[in-house]
């Protein structure tokens, strides 16, 4: 019989983790690693109970209130580690409070995200979705859908960390006409990638902007009718990152006003009322705005899958578990965010 020295559970596991974790636990035969595919909420943190570290994902809220952490604190539980590079499902100060750590996995791989911007950039500056439609109707014509070539283009990015510093190299290969960039903090190792500037700059310059901002109060809605409002009527906008920084309300809106003339969309407010479900025979989804989206020939729609590859299933399955172990075992784990 194996005497454990430390036991984690991970919660939430999808099917395509399910290999990492075992794969992980193999090479760690120390260590007894338990996993459901259930989320942690309050009627299901009980299920913490005896172990030594707790490692989950997920994008809905942990709880709106202080109880669910106060019992992983009695629990003797003293981390939380995500297998996400966001932190928004998460209440830091309640974590805080109760003593636990809350640590991330900031880069998985920022290729993956940046590739799949890629992928909305090229489906919009291409009219792709338009002519899908046509040929699904057996319309051939291509009058009206001549595209411009990235060389002839001003590039947009707002946040330029990991991922957004990515995409710039990206569009920089491409041969980008210009690279606009914007962050709370001007990081000088990325400056011969982007030109720094305002994002009023971007909103009123760029013909491709794109979104890699992470997820907090201050960046909720960060962009609006106000914001739409500025940029050009022949402006493609991308979301790759988190859904609650666009207003989706006001997108459609630009959209269906002509105020910018396409958007790629991987992520969206409310998504979990839809994503990672079937609906398959129903003839509504519980999120009406999305369908408005499908609807629109000049939209490029994913369903929150920018991250989806398997090198990075593979780092936030077995990071956020290295994550786990070391701080379960009196380390400091590099990625720790709420000391």
């Known amino acids: 019989m194996v005497d454990f020295l430390k036991k984690i559970l991970a919660y939430n596991i999808l099917d395509y983790e399910r290999e990492f974790v075992v794969e992980w636990a193999a090479e760690h035969p120390d260590v007894q690693v338990d996993f459901n595919s259930i989320e942690l909420h309050d009627d299901t943190v009980h299920l913490a109970e005896g172990y030594d570290g707790i490692d989950y994902r997920q994008r809905s809220q942990l709880t709106d209130g202080s109880d669910l952490y106060k019992k992983l604190h009695d629990y003797g539980i003293h981390q939380l580690a995500l297998r996400s590079a966001g932190v928004d499902s998460c209440n830091l100060k309640y974590a805080k409070e109760n003593g636990l750590t809350v640590t991330n996995v900031p880069s998985y791989s920022p290729r993956a995200v940046a590739e799949m911007t890629l992928t909305h950039a090229m489906n919009l500056i291409r009219h792709i979705p338009q002519f899908q439609k046509r040929i699904r109707q057996n319309d051939y014509v291509v009058n009206g859908l001549r595209s411009k070539e990235i060389s002839n283009l001003t590039v947009g990015i707002i946040g330029v960390g990991r991922i957004g510093s ?174």
Do not use: W
């Open 166 to 339: 990515t995409v710039a190299k990206i569009f920089k290969a491409l041969g980008a006409k210009r690279v606009l960039g914007n962050d709370i903090k001007e990081n000088d190792d990325f400056r011969d990638l982007v030109d720094y500037t305002t994002k009023e700059d971007i909103y009123k310059n760029a013909d491709l902007i794109t979104m890699h901002t992470y997820m907090s109060d201050q960046n909720y809605h960060m962009i609006g009718k106000d914001q739409f409002g500025k940029m050009k009527n022949t402006a493609l906008f991308i979301n790759c990152s988190r859904g609650p920084i666009v207003d989706t309300d006001a997108l459609v809106n630009a959209l269906e006003t002509g105020q910018i003339a396409g958007a790629g969309i991987d992520v969206i407010q409310d998504e979990t009322k839809i994503f990672n479900q079937s609906f398959v025979g129903e003839d509504k989804i519980p999120l009406p705005v999305y369908t408005k989206l499908m609807n629109m020939d000049n939209v490029f729609l994913t369903p929150h899958v920018a991250f989806y590859t398997d090198h990075a299933v593979k780092n936030m399955v077995k990071q956020s578990l290295d994550d786990t172990l070391m701080e379960i075992s009196g380390k400091e784990s590099p990625h720790r965010i709420n000391v």
